[in-house]
């Protein structure tokens, strides 16, 4: 399996690449789908050229719904692939080689150490036992922190993938409508099937998306959580590591 950091940036990446250009293909298909309208209106009559439109405006409204998600995800790409980059960078910078100091903090450099006693041998062991509090502590802070960035990175993620998908499907059906639209006998049912079809695609797209972004908002909002653990000082008094020795 794929570490993930590995796991979630590639198909972040792909789901823009995706949108860039799908968006692109179904912006291009609605405008030859109109110029089809354009051609035939003559023989639509004036009944036919007004419901055709009301229907493509409709269709219209839906695309520049998505397009205006496509633009805002499009200017937060990278500050969420940089939310998955400082995640691990907790884990793999902070976490791991802290948490290989847990044991050598109170495993003594003799074994002769073992037999020591006395005032200066409980004050060692006081302070080797704080060294190691403060070393356990910060391991669990910097997988909350870790997770917590992790947790809004994901959402961010699937929220990327669903757009992706949505942009893709709508380009499929204004693909399919500008074939169908080519020939003036097939235009009123093209257009019927374009708006029924697009109207529930972006319907029950913004529903999805909707859903996540309530998800990254709780993600979000659990900075009170995060507050909590990186201001819970019981262990690094005063916010800095227990001194060792004071002179």
């Not at 499009?74 to 980059?85: A, E």
């Amino acid at each position: 399996m794929a570490p993930p950091d590995l796991e979630y940036a590639p198909p972040f990446n792909t789901a823009f690449e995706q949108m860039n250009t799908n968006i692109d293909v179904a912006v291009s298909k609605f405008d030859e789908v109109v110029d089809n309208i354009r051609r035939w209106a003559w023989m639509l009559g004036v009944g036919g050229v007004w419901w055709i439109k009301s229907h493509l405006d409709e269709v219209r409204a839906g695309l520049q719904s998505i397009i205006d998600k496509v633009n805002y995800a499009l200017d937060h790409q990278y500050p969420v692939l940089s939310l998955i980059t400082v995640s691990f960078s907790w884990v793999h910078d902070v976490k791991t080689p802290v948490s290989e100091l847990s044991f050598q903090t109170t495993e003594p450099a003799n074994e002769n150490l073992y037999e020591w006693t006395g005032a200066a041998a409980t004050a060692y062991r006081t302070k080797a036992g704080q060294q190691k509090n403060a070393v356990d502590e910060t391991v669990v802070k910097a997988e909350f922190i870790s997770g917590w960035l992790f947790g809004i990175a994901k959402e961010n993620v699937a929220y990327a993938v669903e757009l992706a998908k949505i942009v893709t499907d709508l380009a499929g059906k204004l693909t399919q409508a500008a074939i169908d639209t080519a020939t003036v006998i097939d235009i009123p049912w093209a257009i019927d099937t374009l708006a029924k079809s697009a109207g529930s695609l972006v319907t029950a797209g913004l529903d999805n998306l909707l859903t996540i972004g309530e998800r990254l908002v709780d993600a979000i909002g659990d900075v009170r959580d995060l507050a909590t653990q990186v201001g819970d000082h019981s262990k690094l008094p005063g916010g800095r590591w227990p001194e060792a020795v004071r002179g």
